[in-house]
């Protein structure tokens, strides 16, 4: 009879499937992938690359923070967006971006910001030489504001970390920035035409020669496109 009833559990076992091992997950990736695309630096300083060749990492950056996929980026949407690459850059999860987490940012996950900064000179008219020192023009090319390091310019109260509601208030400041209509509303159209106009002012303030004007708004760099 113990004989039948361990055969009969035995059995019983075969029969039930097994659980597959468990498996750890793979870490969230840092950045966007590089594709073969040109690069992009979003508002809050993530690295975006188009995923096709003439693809603009723009496009990818709107269309992962357009949530409702509607072709138009509000200001709860930026946020979200922000708070979401918040995590990635908080790699201890301990709610702030501390010093080594910004270092590991502008090391690691966005190096291309990391450029010598531009300098031109002009002669004043009493003839004394005054120079000028352009360190956004990276930033300008790559992005849509003139922002040297998009993450450590949001610690506000500088304790050297940044804290995820100074992080969301810098995403809606910069989107009313960009949001020069004051529509609530930016489409990808008008951040396109202010990404062309940041690349053409940082283009022609890096080829600047000594003692000509680095004023953006003189007639040499043209009229600026802002969004409608």
């Known amino acids: 009879m113990l004989l039948a009833l361990l055969l009969a559990l035995t059995a019983a076992a075969a029969q039930v499937p097994q659980s597959p091992p468990a ?35 723009l496009v990818v950056w709107f269309q992962q923070a357009d949530r409702n996929h509607d072709g ?14 918040f995590q990635v850059l908080d790699r201890n999860h301990d709610g702030e971006i501390d010093p080594d987490e910004i270092t590991y940012y502008e090391g690691t996950i966005a190096p291309q910001l990391r450029v010598a900064p531009i300098i031109s ?23 849509l504001l003139q922002i040297p390091e ?6 506000t109260n500088f304790d050297r970390g940044v804290s995820p509601q100074e992080f969301r208030t810098a995403a809606l400041a910069r989107f009313q920035l960009l949001d020069t209509s004051g529509g609530g509303q930016l489409s990808l ?17 890096k080829d600047i020669k000594p003692g000509e ?11 600026m496109t802002s969004p409608q």
């Open 23 to 57: 498996v750890s997950a793979a870490p969230a990736s840092l950045t966007t992938s590089r594709g073969a695309g040109r690069l992009f630096i979003s508002p809050m300083g993530e690295p975006f690359y188009g995923r096709t060749a003439g693809e603009d990492g």
């Open 72 to 85: 138009m980026l509000t200001a709860d949407e930026m946020t979200a967006d922000a708070d979401r690459f």
């Open 121 to 143: 000179s002009s002669t004043l008219p009493g003839g004394e030489v005054e120079e000028h020192v352009d360190d956004e023009t990276n930033a300008g090319r790559m992005g």
């Open 150 to 155: 998009p993450v450590s310019s949001a610690d």
């Open 189 to 205: 159209a008008a951040l396109q035409s202010v990404r062309h106009a940041a690349s053409t002012v940082a283009k022609r303030k």
């Open 213 to 223: 004007s680095d004023d953006p708004h003189s007639a040499e760099y043209g009229p």
